[in-house]
């Protein structure tokens, strides 16, 4: 069928049976929630700007199956440019959404299982690849949007898989059939399940001999009998219920993160991408965590860029954007989201064929670029909280400022510089609060943290990958040491 439009991608989602709940209810429609909402607009964004002649450099490619325009989301990187292109359309989305638009973690999910399965079938004379192949044929075909699904609840932290007391901590096959596999467990805060139609799984550590069961990799539709999606709550989420957009500070876009329970889900054989080849569950971990890690060099900056926006006008509108102070701070902000764009493209460029051909990132840069936004986002988010002042968290809602008491009051007490409504300067101190402290801090701070693995993750990836005893020599051979 080809590309979808965003109106099309709506529709398809409404045609979907999802088993979704929310404050203890089950949502039957999650397309129209209010709550919800928000989240599938930044999604539908990916489909709209890929119909976009000025965006479609960066939003499509050629398909390397058939040679079709497809969405660059279900494309596989072909060389450097791709992964650098992938990089600019992730800011280039950030900037139109300030939202995690999470199509990004199927693509990513798509290019480490695409090189991973070629390498297992090298060794065992699997049929991973081919299945593939044909898988993401199909993904391409639909122009779905895809969730790539990764970390497991994990229980005891100090445990591996099979050592654990529940033995469903971590995602496990529970039965083996002709046909194929029966799975259970959980895949906990995943991004944009519920705006999916499909749904790719992955093991989340290395595995050793014992946890056979545990090493598996496979696609199945987010609607398929047993799969239930627990939404994650946000700080200030029910805000959206409200009708009020002012507060909301992001009214049109925004991000969202579920519990995923595999409730004994059937998987057929060929959506079967690893079943039982240990060795290779910390080769697909890495590559796709070195791929999202990448991706982080993208989005946080395009958001980054809304925020640097945002706390440039907040001081415009307070009458202190001349303060030479305020500059510094703006100038700081950007250097700060500028090297971490610098991460993003640097890794891209830096990067190589895989056996399979398709391209990765240099795993050491991409590794250094997650680390840097573990950090810098928080303190682009401390200096804009510094600029825009404590108002950005006392200021009377909208509904005071509409108020028959109220409203005078509100219009004559919070105005700032003239010439600047008091309604457009409340709107762009929302705007901060949303993604400092509200709805979409969950993608711009804690994700920052935690999304694509916690800072401790990227540790021990860059003492692996930096090669200190190479450094060691370097010195030695300058301080002519001879031992
Ligand atoms: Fe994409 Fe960023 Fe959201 Fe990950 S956090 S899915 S990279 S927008
Ligand atoms: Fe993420």
Redesign the pocket.
């Given at each position: 069928m080809g590309m979808m439009t965003g109106e099309e991608y709506v529709e398809s989602m409404r045609r979907m049976n999802l088993q979704v709940y929310m404050f203890g209810k089950k949502i039957d429609n999650p397309v129209d929630d209010p709550i919800l909402r928000p989240s599938l607009n930044s999604v539908k964004a990916t489909y709209d700007l890929a119909q976009d002649p000025e965006f479609e450099d960066l939003m499509t490619a050629a398909s390397s199956f058939t040679g079709e325009k497809v969405n660059r989301f279900l494309h596989i990187h072909q060389s450097t440019e791709d992964l650098m292109k992938k990089v600019k359309m992730?800011r280039m989305?950030?900037q139109q959404t300030a939202?995690?638009?999470?199509?990004?973690?199927g693509m990513?999910a798509f290019n480490a299982v695409f090189s991973t399965t070629y390498e297992v079938d090298k060794k065992y004379g699997t049929d991973y690849y081919n299945n593939f192949v044909e898988y993401a044929k199909y993904c391409q075909e639909n122009d779905f949007t895809v969730d790539g699904a990764m970390t497991d609840p994990k229980g005891d932290r100090g445990l591996a898989p099979h050592e654990q007391e529940d033995p469903d901590m971590f995602l496990r096959v529970v039965e083996r059939r002709a046909d194929g596999i029966v799975v259970r467990g959980a895949k906990a805060h995943q991004?944009?399940v519920i705006n999916s139609q499909e749904i790719i799984v992955m093991p989340t550590i290395s595995m050793g001999p014992d946890d056979k069961d545990y090493a598996v990799s496979f696609a199945v539709p987010t609607d398929a009998e047993g799969i239930i999606m627990i939404i994650g709550r946000q700080s200030c989420d029910t805000r959206k219920m409200e009708g009020t957009e002012l507060d909301v500070g992001n009214s049109e876009f925004g991000?969202v993160e579920a519990l995923v329970v595999f409730n004994d889900v059937f998987v057929p054989n060929d959506r079967i991408f690893l079943n039982g080849e240990v060795e290779f569950a910390g080769m697909l971990v890495e590559r796709f965590a070195g791929y999202?890690r990448q991706?982080?060099g993208?989005?946080?900056v395009g958001v980054g860029d809304v925020l640097i926006g945002a706390a440039a006008l907040a001081a415009d509108y307070n009458g202190c954007a001349k303060a030479s102070h305020i500059k510094d701070k703006l100038i700081e902000m950007m250097h700060l989201n500028e090297t971490l764009y610098c991460c993003g493209i640097a890794c891209s460029a830096e990067g190589a064929p895989t056996e399979a051909g398709n391209y990765i990132i240099d795993l050491l840069l991409a590794n250094v670029c997650k680390q840097n936004v573990t950090r810098f986002p928080y303190e682009i988010g401390r200096l804009a909280e510094d600029i825009a002042g404590g108002i950005m968290v006392t200021a009377p809602s909208e509904a005071d400022l509409r108020g028959e008491i109220t409203g005078p009051y509100v219009e004559k007490y919070m105005i700032g510089r003239k010439g600047v409504t008091v309604e457009n300067r409340l709107r762009i101190l929302r705007l901060i609060e949303n993604l400092c402290l509200g709805t979409a801090a969950v993608?711009y701070r804690t994700?920052s943290m935690h999304?694509?693995g916690s800072p401790q993750a990227q540790r021990i990836m860059i003492s692996r990958q930096s090669n200190l005893p190479m450094k060691k020599e370097f010195a030695k051979k300058i301080a002519k040491i001879s031992e």
């Open positions: 992730q989305l950030g939202a995690c638009f999470q199509r990004c973690v990513d991004t944009g991000g999202h991706s982080y993208g989005c946080k993608g994700e999304g694509a």
